[in-house]
């Protein structure tokens, strides 16, 4: 996270509404070429990445993170150039807020792990210039307690940030819970079509899929055809 001290570029490119892109049900594809387990795919180019599936997502998104996700801001730019961009990292503060709004990012991510005052905090100022923060939750308690804030677009972890330990079924369940009362998509886990359908039924509006797509690109077409179904 070397870059918290950067001074954010002149923004260019004008925000897109994020939430919006996904339409009734969006596929977020996230370009990540590393993670805390180790290296998932270091020989895929950002670019190329973007420009094949852009065919088949209705957004990116883009970790920034440079030690443990081999990440890089200027992934966004490149991003940005096909689809509107969720920029992903441990964000603390509102310079690195500042910095995504300057390379071009749509929307960025807010963990809850932090206090939950902080968190919307952190929200609320993404939403002053214009992007679309995502609040990242990973039980229902804590859903509910955000949206007593007011109207977010919430992410719903199906990895345990404690154990690391994925379960879909258990986003699912925090899925019940909100449905209808927010607008969410389901992240982590989703490597086959039929997660795709399982999330559209419980009332997601997307899911975000990163080490499949990182692995086989070409699932992209598969999950697309999913959503379809549904």
């Known amino acids: 996270m070397r870059y918290r001290a950067e001074r954010p570029p002149p923004r260019e490119a004008p925000v897109e509404d994020f939430r919006k892109a996904l339409g009734d049900f969006g596929i977020i594809a996230e370009y990540k070429r590393a993670s805390p387990s180790g290296v998932i795919r270091a020989d895929l180019p950002p670019w190329s990445y973007f420009e094949e599936l852009s065919h088949y997502v209705d957004a990116f998104s883009v970790l920034t993170e440079p030690f443990w996700f081999m990440g890089d801001l200027r992934f966004i730019p490149i991003a940005k150039k096909f689809k509107p961009v969720l920029a992903k990292d441990f964000v603390l503060s509102r310079q690195q807020i ?30 002053k210039l214009g992007m679309t923060p995502l609040i990242e ?15 977010f677009l919430l992410g719903i972890n199906s990895r345990d940030l404690n154990t690391l330990e994925v379960s879909i079924e258990r986003a699912l369940g925090v899925a019940e819970a909100v449905a209808g009362r927010a607008d969410f998509i389901i992240e ?12 559209c039924r419980k009332g997601a509006r997307g899911v975000l899929v990163g080490t499949a797509l990182m692995r086989e690109p070409g699932l992209a077409k598969a999950l697309r055809e999913a959503v379809k179904k549904c």
């Not at 749509?106 to 809850?112: F, Y």
């Not at 939750?137 to 109207?151: H, N, S, W």
């Not at 982590?188 to 999330?199: C, L, R, W």
């Open 98 to 127: 500042d910095v995504f709004f300057g390379y071009g990012a749509d929307a960025v991510l807010i963990i809850s792990e932090f206090a939950l005052e902080r968190t919307v905090e952190l929200a609320e100022y993404v939403k």
């Open 188 to 199: 982590s886990g989703i490597n086959k079509p039929d997660y795709v359908e399982m999330a």
């Open 137 to 151: 939750v990973g039980d229902a308690k804590t859903a509910l307690e955000v949206l007593e804030y007011g109207d």
